[in-house]
């Protein structure tokens, strides 16, 4: 709506055709006989007095409305923010709350402390989720100024997938004697899954992703991680194994005897 509106009640006609043509200037020219198809509709508007203080939650930027992830990915929530109102806005929150299918509800926010002019947006970035369990979530992103009171657009909606994460592995640990050459450790097959094995609970990368893994000559008790990867890429939870180092026994016959 121009800033040069009249205020008060006034026509709104909407046009399309099947054979574009530039409509601006031929609002009751006929544009339907030549191409087949088109449609017009007319609407009455009231255009008000631009509020000193109406902020809205416009778009919400990431995930997009129907991403698919994977169950305990981080995922980053970014809104698009609009100030409809004359004045600029600072110190104000953003909220996101996600909601999976049996109704519970988490929710994050941030306070945007910059100023932002009015009839202008920013991409507000709200901060990062990382539900558990996989299904489909509902993602609400809202603001929330106390002096704003046109609640009709401070609301934005979208909607995500998480695939289940692949069943934990099923490992097998070794124990060894003191100076033993190695110790081997592994994991139990499972159909179409893959497994990568880590250092340490934390590790960025995998060292091997085979389903055994030998340790040359242990001497102490120690532990490794393995996570089970299926054919959509999704990992499970670390699962630790141990490497177990024992003392041999110790053999005493008693003193020498003479017969």
């Given at each position: 709506?121009p800033?040069?509106?009249?205020l008060?009640?006034?026509g709104?006609?909407?046009?399309?055709?099947?054979?574009y043509?530039?409509y601006?200037?031929?609002?009751c020219s006929n544009?339907?006989?030549?191409s087949?198809?088109g449609?017009?509709?007319?609407?009455?508007?009231n255009?008000v007095a631009?509020?000193?203080?109406?902020?809205g939650?416009?778009?919400?930027?990431?995930?997009?409305?129907g991403?698919?992830?994977c169950?305990?990915?981080v995922?980053t929530?970014t809104?698009?923010?609009?100030?409809?109102?004359?004045?600029?806005?600072?110190n104000?929150?953003?909220?996101?709350?996600?909601?999976?299918?049996?109704?519970?509800?988490?929710?994050?926010?941030?306070?945007?402390?910059?100023s932002l002019?009015?009839?202008?947006?920013?991409?507000?970035?709200?901060?990062?989720?990382?539900?558990?369990?996989?299904?489909?979530?509902?993602?609400k992103?809202?603001?929330?100024l106390a002096?704003?009171?046109?609640?009709?657009?401070?609301?934005?909606y979208?909607?995500?997938?998480?695939?289940t994460?692949?069943i934990?592995?099923?490992?097998?640990?070794?124990?060894?004697?003191?100076?033993?050459?190695?110790?081997?450790?592994?994991?139990?097959?499972?159909?179409?899954?893959?497994f990568q094995?880590?250092?340490?609970p934390?590790?960025?990368?995998?060292?091997t992703?085979?389903?055994?893994?030998t340790?040359?000559y242990?001497?102490?008790?120690?532990?490794?991680?393995?996570?089970?990867?299926?054919?959509?890429?999704?990992?499970?939870n670390?699962v630790?194994?141990?490497v177990?180092?024992?003392?041999?026994?110790?053999?005493?016959?008693?003193?020498?005897v003479?017969?």
């Open positions: 709506v800033v040069s509106a009249s008060g009640k006034t709104l006609r909407i046009r399309n055709g099947a054979i043509s530039p601006s200037g031929y609002a544009f339907t006989t030549s087949g198809a449609e017009t509709e007319d609407y009455v508007v255009i631009q509020p000193s203080h109406d902020l939650a416009v778009a919400v930027i990431t995930p997009s409305n991403a698919v992830f169950a305990n990915q995922d929530i809104a698009k923010v609009y100030n409809y109102g004359s004045s600029a806005e600072s104000f929150y953003v909220y996101a709350t996600y909601t999976d299918s049996a109704g519970v509800s988490n929710t994050i926010y941030t306070k945007y402390t910059a002019a009015s009839a202008t947006s920013d991409n507000v970035y709200i901060g990062t989720i990382n539900p558990p369990y996989g299904g489909k979530y509902k993602l992103i809202y603001t929330v002096s704003d009171t046109i609640v009709f657009n401070d609301t934005s979208s909607s995500l997938t998480l695939t994460l692949p934990l592995p099923s490992v097998i640990s070794d124990t060894v004697c003191r100076g033993a050459s190695e110790a081997v450790v592994g994991v139990q097959n499972m159909p179409g899954i893959k094995w880590y250092s340490s934390t590790s960025f990368a995998p060292f992703t085979d389903t055994t893994v340790v040359p242990p001497t102490k008790d120690s532990l490794l991680y393995v996570a089970a990867v299926d054919k959509s890429g999704c990992i499970s670390r630790p194994v141990s177990s180092v024992q003392n041999p026994p110790v053999v005493n016959i008693g003193p020498d003479t017969m």
